[in-house]
């Protein structure tokens, strides 16, 4: 599938970017305090769950049940100064499907670059922008590849870290609706915690929200919520090999005339591998610490279903 080649291709340049090339708040003792050329590769294996709800859920061509699931992402971050750094960085996610009449997302994706001032003993401020894409099974639309801009920032708390994130994205999935339909001239917010509870064993939480004036038919009204919770633990003192697990779960709602709305849920576990910092903390503060927003292409992907 044309829009699955675009996905792999948007996750393979940030897995390339990476081969190819925390905490002062926590320790005052630590070594150096500056930024450093720091990078994340990782994957996952797991379960996903989608559903229908509302009371027009008659209307939303979505099959119920369990699938497998496999994500990956990775990132590098690129010092340029004593307090600016480049990062960039790409994830994406695939779900099987065993029935192809039905709408089912199948796959999202993002590649971004961020572009950030910071302090690793206080925070961050920086702007970020990027390309993606949300594909269905039953991909009848175009599947053209979205894009997005915004600002973010980070603040550090000794072994905490609070990051916000706002921007406008445009995931259009079908230009032949009049007005475009997807996630569609489009804003969002996230906010995500992360606590260390050792420099190498971290927990944290994340909610974000999207809404738009264009989701389905060019005119019809939708928001979308991601929400989820996740750690990661070091396994060994040889290696920066780290086991991960992550829940999250999202809710994609279209107004046209009657509530329409899916919901979906997933289960990963999987492994990572740290380069260029010592710990996931000092990482943090001080290496590849920022993300690029999915709920668009999540967004994006539902709407044949929601349609």
């Keep these: 599938m044309k829009t699955d080649h ?24 630590m070594e150096s305090d500056g930024l450093i050329f720091a990078g994340t590769l990782g994957g996952a294996v797991g379960a996903h769950y989608a559903t229908a709800a509302g009371d027009d859920s008659d209307g939303v061509d979505v099959m119920d049940g369990t699938v497998f699931t496999i994500a990956g992402q990775g990132a590098v971050s690129i010092p340029l100064g004593e307090m600016l750094a480049l990062q960039l960085d790409g994830a994406n996610e695939f779900y099987t499907r065993s029935n192809d009449d039905e709408d089912d997302a199948d796959s999202a994706g993002v590649f971004g670059a961020h572009l950030s001032l910071r302090d690793p003993g206080l925070g961050l ?6 390309v993606g894409l949300g594909s269905s099974i039953d991909d009848s639309n175009k599947g053209q590849l979205g894009w997005f801009v915004g600002g973010e920032g980070q603040m550090y708390f000794g072994n905490l870290t609070l990051y916000a994130q706002v921007g406008y994205a445009d995931f259009q999935v079908d230009d032949d609706t009049p007005g475009g339909e997807g996630f569609v001239e489009a804003w969002f917010a996230g906010g995500e915690a992360r606590y260390f509870i050792t420099d190498d064993m971290m927990l944290n939480a994340n909610v974000s929200y999207g809404a738009t004036d264009s989701y389905v038919d060019g005119e019809d009204q939708g928001d979308a919520w991601n929400w989820g919770v996740g750690g990661a633990m070091r396994l060994t003192d040889s290696m920066p090999i780290y086991a991960t697990a992550d829940y999250r779960g999202g809710r994609y709602y279209a107004d046209d ?6 919901q979906e849920q997933a289960f990963l576990v999987g492994l990572s591998f740290l380069f260029g910092a010592p710990s996931l903390l000092e990482n943090d503060r001080r290496g590849a610490t920022l993300s690029s927003p999915m709920l668009p292409a999540r967004a994006a992907a539902w709407t044949e279903g929601l349609d």
């Design 6 to 29: 675009v996905n792999r291709l948007a996750l393979a340049a940030c897995v390339l970017a990476t081969i190819a090339t925390g905490a002062r708040a926590a320790d005052p003792t």
């Design 257 to 262: 005339g009657g509530e329409e709305i899916v």
């Design 125 to 130: 401020i920086g702007i970020l922008g990027g």
